[in-house]
């Protein structure tokens, strides 16, 4: 199937690193996206990897692919109080114009 | 900055109604879409729209349709409302396909 897994609850001490995983099923994906989402707002997209590349940094951000395993993961350093929200990974995939979305992590930080 | 606007951010309608949720774009994207997010499923598409006048289905189409009579406008139709139809909707757009999404602040619909 369409399948993008998370975990659904992540919860870190602020000043730690968070990591949130995702699993894809489609190898033949292009894009792989990363969503926040804030209490009452709609998505915002924080970054994206190309499917030829392992690894992407961006300032605190750091998104890891692994192709073989059909896994992708967003870690975030120095987390923040004000990186409390949900996280959406999502895969664009070959002949689909619409992006298929996970159930989302809800990241709590905790002071 | 790209802008999508959905008119409403809260709508409380009753089993049966006719509603319409509108959603705006300013960026002359081709392509828009509607999700609605429920806990724990998250995002799911229901209708998307590559040209004025042209839609195709999703994922959950049933009990919805949509409308794209300008290029800027995408509505969502939900012909007779019904409970399990409470939840929140989504609005983005991109161009060309396969770009990130830019998404509105979602409508909460709850139908009683």
């Known amino acids: 199937g369409e399948d993008v897994e998370q975990s659904l609850f992540l919860s870190v001490r602020e000043g730690d690193s968070s990591v949130i995983n995702c699993t894809y099923t489609?190898?033949?994906?292009?894009?792989l996206y990363w969503y926040k989402q804030e209490p009452g707002a709609g998505l915002q997209l924080l970054t994206y990897?190309?499917?030829?590349?392992d690894m992407k940094q961006d300032q605190r951000l750091t998104v890891l692919l692994n192709k073989k395993d059909k896994h992708l993961s967003l870690r975030i350093a120095d987390t923040q109080t004000g990186d409390s929200a949900i996280y959406f990974c999502?895969?664009?995939?070959?002949?689909?114009?619409?992006?298929?979305f996970g159930s989302g992590t809800r990241l709590q930080v905790q002071p | 900055d790209v802008k999508v606007t959905q008119s409403s951010r809260y709508l409380v309608k009753r089993t049966g109604e006719k509603v319409f949720l509108e959603c705006v774009q300013d960026?002359?994207?081709?392509?828009m879409f509607w999700y609605r997010q429920d806990p724990g499923l998250g995002l799911r598409l229901i209708y998307f729209?590559?040209?004025?006048?042209?839609?195709e289905k999703g994922d959950i189409p049933e009990g919805y349709s949509v409308s794209r009579e300008k290029k800027e406008r995408f509505s969502l139709i939900l012909e007779s409302a019904s409970t399990n139809q409470t939840s929140m909707y989504l609005c983005?757009?991109?161009?060309?396909?396969?770009?990130?999404?830019?998404f509105g602040n979602g409508t909460r619909l709850t139908v009683t």
């Open positions: 983005a757009s991109t161009s060309p396909y396969n770009s990130p999404l830019h």
């Open positions: 489609d190898s033949s994906s292009t894009y």
């Open positions: 990897i190309f499917s030829n590349m």
């Open positions: 999502a895969e664009s995939m070959t002949g689909r114009r619409a992006l298929t």
């Open positions: 960026m002359d994207h081709e392509n």
């Open positions: 729209s590559y040209d004025v006048k042209m839609k």
